[in-house]
């Protein structure tokens, strides 16, 4: 690549937020700062919005929207629904309308907003009105946006595997007298039979 895959995929992003704010919200929205990056703790999340203005540039402040990198590259329909879902979250911070309760749960404003602008929205029971989909008309307007590469999307940030622990391993001593049998996971354990009063044999790996 001649360019850093990071900077094409914020172009693309840029050029997905831009034609979603003028098709959608009359180009109305304010600028927001697009990144992608790894959703840590919160996993299985799709994106977010932040509730303030966190970045500085200059006098100027911008929200935050993130795409989680570990879902960038779903169904190309899919990654547009999680951009135009926190553009939502966007719209309805800028007019004073609240539009969750805590972190999590969406309610009818937020349902409403969505739907007005591109978006089908269902229900669930943790997260209320968040369930996210392009509507009919958005999924038209979509392949007929042409100025998107869509092959940046490709990418993905494979989450890293958690090492399998090893279990220790056991070991079987055996009485020469009696035949006595003893599993530990000591491997220089000294035992004497009770029976025979003998030495348990040097342990074979069991």
């Given at each position: 690549m001649t360019m850093k895959?990071?900077?094409?995929?914020?172009?693309?992003?840029?050029?997905?937020?831009?034609?979603?704010?003028?098709?959608?919200?009359?180009?109305?929205?304010?600028p927001a700062n697009i990144l992608v990056q790894t959703s840590g703790p919160k996993r299985n999340v799709l994106g977010w919005c932040t509730v303030d203005e966190v970045w500085e540039?200059?006098?100027?402040?911008?929200?935050?929207?993130?795409?989680?990198a570990e879902f960038l590259n779903r169904e190309f329909e899919e990654v547009v629904g999680t951009l135009m879902h926190e553009m939502v979250h966007?719209?309805?911070?800028?007019?004073?309308?609240?539009?969750?309760?805590?972190?999590?749960?969406?309610?009818?404003?937020?349902?409403?907003?969505?739907?007005?602008?591109?978006?089908?929205?269902?229900?669930?029971?943790?997260?209320?009105?968040s369930v996210t989909a392009l509507a009919e008309d958005t999924k038209t307007w979509?392949?007929?946006?042409?100025?998107?590469?869509?092959?940046?999307?490709?990418?993905?940030?494979?989450?890293?595997?958690?090492?399998?622990?090893?279990?220790?391993?056991?070991?079987?001593?055996?009485?020469?007298?009696?035949?006595?049998k003893v599993l530990s996971k000591n491997p220089t354990l000294y035992a004497t039979c009770g029976e025979c009063e003998m030495e348990f044999e040097r342990p074979i790996r069991g």
């Amino acid at each position: 690549m001649t360019m850093k895959f990071n900077e094409q995929v914020h172009r693309e992003l840029n050029k997905l937020f831009k034609a979603v704010n003028d098709k959608f919200y009359n180009s109305q929205l304010p600028p927001a700062n697009i990144l992608v990056q790894t959703s840590g703790p919160k996993r299985n999340v799709l994106g977010w919005c932040t509730v303030d203005e966190v970045w500085e540039i200059g006098k100027a402040k911008y929200f935050e929207i993130v795409i989680t990198a570990e879902f960038l590259n779903r169904e190309f329909e899919e990654v547009v629904g999680t951009l135009m879902h926190e553009m939502v979250h966007l719209h309805n911070l800028v007019n004073k309308i609240k539009d969750t309760s805590g972190t999590e749960y969406h309610n009818k404003r937020f349902k409403t907003t969505a739907e007005e602008r591109g978006l089908v929205i269902e229900y669930a029971q943790r997260i209320g009105w968040s369930v996210t989909a392009l509507a009919e008309d958005t999924k038209t307007w979509l392949k007929d946006l042409k100025e998107i590469d869509r092959s940046v999307f490709d990418a993905v940030r494979k989450v890293p595997l958690k090492a399998k622990k090893k279990s220790p391993k056991t070991y079987t001593y055996t009485c020469p007298g009696c035949n006595e049998k003893v599993l530990s996971k000591n491997p220089t354990l000294y035992a004497t039979c009770g029976e025979c009063e003998m030495e348990f044999e040097r342990p074979i790996r069991g």
